[in-house]
């Protein structure tokens, strides 16, 4: 049977378990061979991170054209109005590799108040002049640091991003730096909607 594990990737991270520089990676975290992360995190985001040693459910949780809904929180710059939202919601202009690229459509909604979130352990920047928001998005893509892209390009640079799904497994049961098999329940899950989804797009 395939293992799929899922960890809370703490922030200062790699996504990766090899480093020539010496920073923290996957192997300070995760005693598991023959398991490879699903997609990556930046450095300095944190949340859910999937591990696999199955090829079929790796590659297809990484098709473009499959949709995988992946769901974020962002603390970001400033109240976004709502003209900030609908860009983001629509679609926002970027450079990628030096091309231009428009986003796809995506879910985006201001938070109200702060999300149950443990404290990262190097505190955003505070500054007295500029408040925060929270916004939950969740995309169908995965560019690279894109939503941080996304927030920025509209006027909202993002401070702190996490990851709370993907598809349908999320970060119950864990907390930075843990992780966990996943229950036979959220494999079957994951398995039906993964799957489902492909054959629909076949």
């Known amino acids: 049977m395939p293992t799929v594990l899922k960890f809370w990737k703490p922030y200062g991270v790699l996504t990766k378990f090899t480093d020539a520089d010496d920073r923290p990676t996957?192997?300070?975290?995760?005693p598991v061979g023959d398991v490879y992360p699903v997609g990556r995190l930046d450095q300095d985001s944190e949340g859910l991170l999937l591990l696999t040693d199955d090829d079929r459910l790796q590659t297809r949780l990484l098709d473009p054209r499959l949709a995988h809904?992946?769901?974020?929180?962002a603390q970001v710059e400033h109240l976004p109005a709502a003209s900030a939202l609908e860009r983001l919601r629509g679609g926002v202009a970027l450079s990628i590799d030096g091309k231009p690229y428009r986003t796809l459509p995506a879910q985006v909604d201001l938070i109200d108040g702060e999300?149950?979130?443990p404290p990262r352990p190097v505190p955003i920047r505070y500054r007295?002049?500029?408040?925060?928001?929270?916004?939950?998005?969740?995309l169908t893509e995965g560019k690279n640091r894109q939503v941080r892209r996304m927030t920025a390009a509209v006027g909202h640079p993002t401070l702190r991003l996490?990851?709370?799904?993907m598809d349908v497994i999320d970060l119950a049961g864990l907390e930075p730096g843990a992780w966990q098999p996943l229950s036979d329940a959220e494999r079957d899950q994951l398995w039906r909607s993964v799957f489902k989804r492909s054959s629909s797009n076949d």
Do not use: F
């Not at 809904?69 to 929180?73: A, D, E, M, S």
């Not at 007295?128 to 969740?138: C, E, H, Y």
């Not at 996490?162 to 799904?165: G, K, L, Q, S, T």
């Open 162 to 165: 996490v990851r709370v799904r």
């Open 69 to 73: 809904p992946r769901t974020y929180l």
């Open 128 to 138: 007295a002049s500029i408040p925060t928001a929270w916004l939950r998005l969740t």
């Open 115 to 117: 999300p149950d979130l």
């Open 26 to 30: 996957l192997a300070d975290y995760i």
